[in-house]
């Protein structure tokens, strides 16, 4: 997708810290870390966001899944972690191309905004 940061780090043809790459997905470093280990885990195919998630592409969905559990024993987050996805301006996805950010090395808080007034 034309004008896509996501699909053009994807492409290599921006560059990116890559700590993962197959034939249906890329894993790298987020630029601006929020636990000692962030990774975001991306599909090749532009997504644009959860809410585009159908029998048509679920299958990326699953095989990220598979990805974020090797790469947990990979970069050491035997204790946990946390997956994230943003989605939608509630959501406060700032890249619309869908992407699962990995964290860990880090106690995360929870609940993860503070409580309405
Ligand atoms: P979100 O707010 O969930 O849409 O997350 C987008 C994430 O992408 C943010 O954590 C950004 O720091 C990260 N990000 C944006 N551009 C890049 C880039 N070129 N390389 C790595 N991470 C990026």
Redesign the pocket.
């Known amino acids: 997708m034309a004008d896509c940061?996501f699909c053009k780090?994807a492409a290599g043809e921006?560059p990116?810290n890559k700590v993962y790459e197959d034939r249906q997905v890329v894993a790298?470093?987020?630029?601006?870390p929020?636990a000692p280990v962030?990774v975001?885990v991306i599909p090749k195919e532009h997504i644009a966001s959860a809410q585009e998630i159908g029998p048509e592409n679920s299958g990326v969905v699953a095989h990220i899944f598979e990805v974020i559990a090797e790469l947990s024993r990979e970069l050491g987050l035997e204790k946990g972690f946390r997956v994230?996805?943003?989605c939608g301006e509630d959501g406060?996805?700032?890249?619309q191309h869908l992407?699962f950010?990995l964290l860990g090395k880090r106690k995360m808080g929870w609940p993860p905004f503070p409580p309405e007034r």
């Open positions: 940061i780090i921006i990116s790298f470093y987020d630029l601006d929020q962030h975001l994230v996805n943003n406060m996805q700032s890249v992407h950010h």
